[in-house]
């Protein structure tokens, strides 16, 4: 298929490196795959209104509901404030009205759709919709009505009320219900690999994005104290179901997937001593006989060291010495085949 075309993909350089980087170069083929087979058959549509002779009298639109990280900043899934989750393309055809090769760099988003195509189209939006119409933008006959995109996740896989976030043309600001949590220069951080949220010399614009970013909260009706009332909340809960499908070792505020409490389906291992003064042995009864990865990380997530087993046998056995590290709680990640378990480590 599709995906075939795709069999060596370049991975981001946002990706990290272990868990991250296997997972991006197993999912990109399929993922680009898609993309390539959506783009043979959105072109047959834009072929059959070119036949029916209405090419030039349709509106034709090309959007996404969301992205996926695959892997970028350690992450997969949706839900995220990352780029690779947030930006989707916009394509907009019109003849009679846009201008072919038109590229808008103003922040856009999807509730401005339907305002801004029924703006195309001549008609009246209905009164109270939260998007604002951009066709003047999009047609060269106006500025944009906004400078901005407010973003927002209750249901996120950092835990309830999720997190809040606002997209300028410059920057990316986002943050939890107790703390700030990202900001990146656009301009001169695409790919958003430095959060400059702790940097001193930024202290004045992250205060100024969470003044924005709480302001457009409050226009908005939104709200830290909003209760959830239906769905699956407890699967979003901090080390539940919704977090373990979504951990590739790096973690995130109120991520829970830290502790023997985690996921464990290698019910044999056993890690001793623990605690230790550094040195350590990881033992267990291997029914998988396939390669085991480990990977040791501290517990803000950063993983110090990976060590992989091939072919591995009945009876698995090795020592690790973590000694020359700090003292502290470390996570200790197996992976065998689809079998996953993470345990705690203390380092007196």
């Not at 490196?17 to 834009?46: C, K, Q, V, W």
């Not at 759709?113 to 933008?137: C, E, K, N, Q, R």
């Not at 350590?280 to 396939?290: A, S």
Request: charged share 20%.
């Amino acid at each position: 298929g599709y995906a075939s075309h795709f069999n060596s993909p370049a991975i981001p350089p946002n990706v990290p490196n272990g868990d991250p980087h296997d997972f991006a170069l197993n999912s990109l083929p399929d993922y680009y795959g898609m993309i390539e087979e959506i783009d043979t058959e959105f072109g047959r549509i834009l072929s059959a209104l070119e036949t029916a002779g209405v090419a030039d009298d349709t509106i034709v639109v090309f959007s996404s509901d969301h992205g996926d990280m695959i892997g970028s900043h350690g992450y997969k899934n949706k839900r995220w404030p990352h780029e690779e989750s947030t930006r989707v393309p916009l394509l907009i055809r019109y003849p009679k009205a846009i201008i072919p090769n038109t590229v808008i760099s103003d922040p856009i988003g999807t509730p401005d759709m339907y305002p801004t195509i029924a703006g195309l189209a001549g008609v009246a939006s209905p009164v109270g919709l939260d998007g604002l119409d951009f066709s003047g933008l999009v047609t060269g006959k106006a500025y944009a009505p906004r400078d901005y995109v407010y973003m927002a996740m209750h249901y996120a896989y950092v835990p309830w009320p999720g997190w809040r976030a606002i997209r300028t043309g410059d920057y990316m600001y986002a943050r939890v219900v107790d703390k700030p949590w990202l900001l990146f220069d656009m301009k001169n951080d695409p790919l958003q690999m430095i959060n400059l949220i702790d940097d001193p010399s930024s202290k004045s614009l992250a205060e100024e994005m969470d003044i924005r970013l709480t302001s457009i909260i409050k226009e908005t009706g939104d709200s830290w104290t909003i209760k959830a009332t239906s769905g699956d909340i407890s699967k979003w809960a901090p080390g539940g179901a919704k977090q373990k499908s979504a951990y590739l070792g790096v973690t995130w505020p109120g991520c829970g997937v830290t502790g023997i409490e985690d996921a464990d389906t290698i019910a044999s291992l056993n890690i001793f001593p623990n605690p230790t003064q550094g040195l350590f042995t990881i033992e267990m009864d291997n029914q998988m006989f396939g390669d085991l990865l480990i990977n040791i990380l501290t517990r803000e997530g950063k993983n110090i060291l990976r060590i992989k087993f091939e072919k591995t046998t009945v009876h698995f056995s090795s020592q690790i010495d973590l000694s020359g590290q700090p003292k502290g709680m470390y996570l200790i990640n197996l992976l065998i085949d689809k079998y996953l378990a993470n345990r705690k480590l203390i380092v007196e």
